[in-house]
């Protein structure tokens, strides 16, 4: 199993920029395929972005591209998602993701099997 924790939200002003990280426990954290999602009140838990085991594959969901980025760093067990121009839209609890099966990105909340408590991400206008 593995245990994973968010961190980095924060309440920022529209146009500004995050860095969310996520830490996984255990040793296998090469062999995950990470994702980031989004949940706002009152809705449910959308998308945002996926990264492969190796790194080398990564999907963005079109409302985000071109302002988040999603990267990992195997040696340190970690996952990101560095947010910039930020719109008050984007407001919501970010959850990273994580499946111990597959080398490529999975889109889907049911592709995953372990999930971060979220981290609170609040864009004032």
């Known amino acids: 199993q593995v245990q994973l924790v968010e961190s980095g939200g924060g309440l920022v002003q529209t146009g500004g920029s995050l860095r969310l990280s996520c830490v996984a426990s255990?040793?296998?954290?090469?062999?995950?395929?990470m994702g980031w999602f989004r949940q706002a009140p009152g809705k449910g838990r959308e998308f945002v972005s996926a990264i492969s085991p190796s790194g080398g594959n990564i999907y963005v969901a079109d409302s985000v591209k071109g302002r988040f980025t999603v990267s990992r760093d195997n040696a340190k067990n970690t996952v990101y998602l560095q947010m910039k121009s930020l719109k008050p839209e984007d407001t919501a609890v970010y959850y990273c993701?994580?499946?111990?099966?597959?080398?490529?990105?999975?889109?889907?909340?049911?592709?995953?099997?372990?999930w971060g408590q979220g981290t609170q991400v609040t864009v004032s206008s």
């Open positions: 993701a994580g499946r111990d099966r597959g080398t490529y990105y999975y889109i889907d909340v049911s592709d995953y099997n372990y």
């Open positions: 255990g040793r296998t954290f090469s062999r995950y395929a």
